[in-house]
């Protein structure tokens, strides 16, 4: 055991270093290194998730860019296309940096669609980003944050169908060639009659408008309830081409 075991050492050191060498060169050291560069990729997925969230999706620059920095609430409505009187809104809070999906509804616009020149009577609805500070109706304030106006005279016509005797029993003023801070009925139209004005958000009928956004009569008390001056609330709209552009 003195003298034999001396051989028997050395020979297993031997073959230790051996298996050592051979797990290092299979990648035992360099796999050790495959945990920081996972972890790497990790966080670089996390970064690119973070920034995405600080972004409304299908918004490009030239439209984002031009939300108000204040701006906490943003409806936004997404054309079906162009010449489509079809469309879906939603909700966006943000929440530290991060744009946060609310709540969204169909929804339909213009009957021609859209255009980014909206002239009185095209029946197609403006693309662009407007704020939203003032509401009203012909019912009651259903418990409006914003400035809220009941009056009769919002009553549609009754020579219209009467399937749009209700489109107006809730209207969210768009800020579309108006005087903020007044009743959504008020008539002035600062760039003249030709620009087209009184563009609301109102009541669905269940089809194009002639150049509003309507929606159902839960999704406007959602909104109605929801928007708050305080957060200052816009609405980011048009067909996804025109959302997502860079220029008209």
Known sequence: MRKIGAPRAAAAAAALGTLLTALTACGGAQGSSAAPTGAAGNTADTRARAAEATRI????????????????????????????????????????SAWERTRSWPAHNGKKGWTADHHEG?????????????????????????????????A?????????????????AIDYNRVKGTAPNDPTRPEGDAKGGSIWLHMDHGSGTS?????????MEYLLRTLDPDRHPVVVMGDG????????
């Open 211 to 219: 150049a509003c956004v309507s929606l159902s009569k839960a999704a």
């Open 122 to 154: 095209d029946r197609r609805s403006p693309v662009g980003v407007f704020t939203l500070t003032d509401a009203g109706g012909v019912l009651p304030d259903p418990g409006a944050r914003l400035p809220y106006t009941r009056d009769a005279s919002f």
């Open 57 to 96: 999706p299908g918004i490009g620059d030239r439209l984002r860019q031009r939300i108000p920095a204040n701006s906490r609430q943003v409806v936004a409505v997404y054309g079906a296309g162009r010449d489509s009187a079809d469309s879906t809104v939603v909700l966006y809070t943000k929440s530290g």
């Open 241 to 248: 081409a025109d959302l997502k552009a860079w220029h008209f």
């Open 156 to 172: 549609a016509p009754r020579r219209w169908a009467a399937s749009h005797w209700h489109d107006f029993d809730y209207v969210i």
